[in-house]
């Protein structure tokens, strides 16, 4: 491991000491090596102006004893060297070269002195210093000086150096321990405080904290520490509850949640999917997701939660039932994960098939009885039809915009009012009509009642509608041969019985005449008696003939007009002839009926105008028949006495008689009108007025259609 | 009784009827007159003396009304009815001769107002002794305000 290395792992506390070593040992040795430096430079300085002050007293000294050769004394010069330490080696040469004395340091072991001296000069070493000089005297050389000194004078010094040094390193060593020691209270150990709690927090102890001591980084560091693991802490304790509450809903979910992975091997079974599937968690778990739905699904590429519609679920006894499921893909990890929500939807599909069928029940029963629903929001103002509501209104869903308004165009402007007053009132029973938009009426019997709120304000109506057009017209047809019954009976009680009122009083009378034999008065009775009986046999043979109508016996033939009319004017021609009444037939349209009723229209019609033609002078009768308003029209005009427009509708009724002293029953024109409506026609009388003639109108056109729909049919 | 003799307007189409009533009122030696008209429209144009009936001396107002129901042109009930929406006319007792004993008729007839309504029997001792006591009823005994007419 290289040294980067191992400072790199180590301790903070060790590292801090290491730094604090390593500077002071680096300081100190510069200091030293500045000490050393400065030291030798003065030192060699001192040392040159030392050996020169030397040699000059060695110089001066020694000339006497050069110039008398006296060596001894030269030697006692040379041995004041041992003043000067420095000096290690000193030599005196003659001047002839030969070396006169010498000098050696007491340390020096005995060096031989160079042979000779060289010339003057100053010779500066790194160890030592060397100075060669002449002696002279008044001028006159007498010999050379050779002094050697060295540096060893100044090891001692720079060994003191040196020991100071080491103490002052040993002491400074010391101090910085004793330094390191303090600054571990105040760095590391907050330092190491954190980074136990660091490890406890890691180790999942969130509620560890350390205490703040100081405002520095440390103590920064601690407290951002501190609320991190507070936050931390608070984060995960929300993860936990949410956790919690998320299982809580999985697990309680009415909706069963599987939850796979990319090869749908089930990681999750909650406890609706155990009731849904009637299996248990344990299981489920590691089982394919296909075991419970097989018909699969797709779900690559979805995101969120998408809807997989209706499929069928396998329970583990192998009962299929239908469910509704949806899928939600999430990736966690690189691994994505399916979730699938399940429900389980054989009730209500049961419920639909049964409301289905209920409301197929309802729309049958709704097209039998031709009564429709309908319902109408009174604050949305829309109204809702049922299918029938629609074809009773003789529209499609389309045509119907659905609104009040709209649906009053349908109303007949004459009901309008009535209807609308009706809804305002909130009072729906009542009978009107409609149009359909092909121009159809249709009488419809509307009931509805209120629909309220919670707060109990009308919020919409709602009921039916009735088509009653046909209940109506059989009512109407009902009515009609109910008055006609009556009118029938009234008859009976009331014509017939006044003839007998007649005949059994003149009885009386004709008993009482015949007892006084008062002749004139009998023959009086008698003929009231024979008219009243005569009367009577010409009722009863008429409301024979009346009641017959009703059941047409012969078959339907093809019948033309002009035969027709022909047939008639022969059965009546008697009275014609009698009153000479000018006929004119005109008109060519072929009919299809009971050829004998058909022909009694214009013989009773003829007989009746014959009848009452009055004075007319040249009387005249015109049958024809004419296209009016696309509708066949026959007439029979007269120019006779005519009809009082007041009484037009009178004559028709039954045994209705508008001159009394007239002949007849006054069934003639009744009869004609029964056998009008029974071909689904129309009669009705025309005249300006008395006295001037009188037409009569009348459709056919049940016997002209039968043939229209063979055949077709000319006017 | 006061005043001039009462007449008496007969509405009946008839004839053989109205020969029954005739004789009858002859035989009590009634001698009250009696005008008979044979239908509903003849009867109005009496009372309003409207055609020939415009001379108020051969058309006197009647004090009474025998009227028949089922009448030519203008039924017994119109012709009852404009008696007694009108105000001249409303005072004269209209009495209802008739064969017609149905329910609707009656409540008709007396709905407007009607002061009789006789169903004409079927015997001719009951017709007779009805004949008589009618006669004796609305012409001996009925008492009639003063002013029977408001134009007289």
Redesign the interface.
Known sequence: MPVSGIIHNMAIQRKLLLIILATLVVSLVLVMIGIVGYELGTYRKRLEREVAGVAGFIAANSGPTLAFDDARTAREVLATLKGSPAIAFAALYAADGRLFASYSRSDQRSSPAPAAPGPARLETGLQKLVLVRAVQQKGLPLGTLYLRADLASVYPRLKNYAGIVFLVSVAIGAGAVLLQRLLQRTVSEPLLELSGMAERVAGGDLTASVAVRSGDEIGRLAGALNRMTGELGQSYRELQESRARVAGIVETALDAIITADAHGQILLFNAAAERMFGCPAAKAKGSSIDMFIPAGFDATGTTGQTALGELNGVRLNGAVFPIEASVSTLEVGGNELLTVIIRDITERKEAEEALRASEHRLRRAEEMAHFGYWRYDLTANHMTWSDETYRIHGVEPAQFEQSLDSYLQFVHPDDRELFEQAMKQRELDLQYRIMRPNGVLRYLKATGEVQHDERGEIVALFGTFLDITELRRTERDLQEKNAELERFTYTVSHDLKSPLVTVKTFLGYLEQDMASMNTERVQKDVLYIRNAAEKMGLLLDELLEMSRIGRLINPPVRASFGDLVEEALQAVAGSIADRGVEVRVEGDVTLYGDRQRLAEIWQNLVENAVKFMGEQASPRIEIGVERVGGETVFFVRDNGIGINPRYADKIFGLFEKLDSKSKGTGLGLALVKRIVEFYQGKIWAESPGVGEGACFRFTLPEALKALTESKGAKS | MRGEPINILLVE??P??A??IR?NFEDFRIANRLEHV??GEEALDYLYRRGRFSDPLLSPRPGVILLDL????VDGIEVLQTIKADPDLRRIPVVIV?????EADKIKAYDSYVNSYIV??????Q??ALMQTLGYYWLAWNDFPYERHSDE
């Open positions: 189409d008839d053989a009827h020969e029954i004789r044979s239908d089922r009448l030519p042109k008739t064969t017609s004993a149905a004409k029997p079927v015997d001719y001792s017709f007779v």
